[in-house]
């Protein structure tokens, strides 16, 4: 059983340390994952010896750099299978490109009236930047329900469109839950009704391989720091037809093309939306974050996943008085819980005590948390470096709590 002597850990190094002088068992995984050690010595690397702006020298540093930070595009074009480069935006991360999608495309091709569908269980990154363009164009948002098992109701979604349906954005994975929608028949359904769909894949791109073209997606945002990746940097894809006909999000350098008091022309794709000084070291870094994953390969990580989270399942729901939240019949190694009535806050600040790492709180999902009447859950999320002795440590913890409120 791989989760019982788990070969990657070590490649993890903030897992080498103990906490509270208890081993740290990372559980956290949906709020931001490890990094190994190749990603770090990238970023250590271009800081000590490889330190030049990009796509602006002639010299030998910024050249390197130049193709270093284009080598990354080239390998995420590959990884989502984009059809070129121009479809693949450096932003900040997943909220970033969900906004410069609201911003740009919304902001300019909807009109009043208009319709915006997201479902239930979104993250306020994809909620609040379609309330604000929907506010100033006055466009109307409709949501999709979901079931008491977290999974979001295709029948009712299909009877949400009218003809003023223009737009949807849906989670591929859900950050609170983990379930994974069907996303593949949610844009066939969207395109079925002339709308485009945004999908955020902030929880996807660790789990499986997202294929862009073999979904048909119109768009799509995610978080290197949710792959492996550095934090301030992620990306946006987007069909070029569509990056072709959307006006720039921010103006500044780069993303010129020429510039007159009178007039400024824009750079092509992908530069037309990257304006100014990009994170260069993070750029990189993704870019071997992408490289470790290819090298771990999607079908071992789902084979550890999958086992930790049936362990993880199995033993949490042996603890009396436990409510998992978020039973999906398709879910990635998520598990929010709500511990008899301890609040889950509580439930956290103890079982940090013992070097365990778990999120609480309403995940940056209130509307979700009122659907399931919790104010928060805990949750305890889990990567492919993740063992068993973790999940052990998490229950044995929680027992603890148990007996300490009685
Ligand atoms: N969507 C989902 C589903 C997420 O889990 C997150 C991060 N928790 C985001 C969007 C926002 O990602 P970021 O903060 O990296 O922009």
Known sequence: MSILNNEFRSEFPVLDQLVYGKRLAYLDSAATTLKPKAVIDSINHYYSKGTANVHRGIYFLSDEATNKFELTRQKMTKFINAKTYKEVIFTTGTTNSVNLVAQTYVRSFLKEGDEILLSQMEHHSNIVPWQLVAEEKKLKIKVIPINEKGELLVDEYKKLFTEKTKFVSVTYVSNALGTINPVKELIRIAHDHNAKIFIDAAQAMTHFKVDVQDLDC???????????????????????????????????GEMIDTVTFEKTTFNDLPHKFEAGTPPIASVIALGEAVSFIEKVTHAKIHEIETELLQYATS??????????????AKKTSVCSFYLRDIHPHDVAALTDKEGIAIRTGHHCAQPLMKFFGVPATARASLAFYNDKADIDQLITSLHKVIKLFG
């Open 315 to 328: 033993e949490l729901s042996k603890i009396d008085g436990l409510r998992l939240i978020g039973t999906a």
């Open 218 to 252: 119109d768009f799509l945002g995610f978080s290197g720091h949710k792959m492996f990746g550095p934090t301030g940097i992620g990306i946006l894809y987007g069909k070029e037809s569509l990056l072709e006909m959307m006006p720039p999000y921010q103006g500044g």
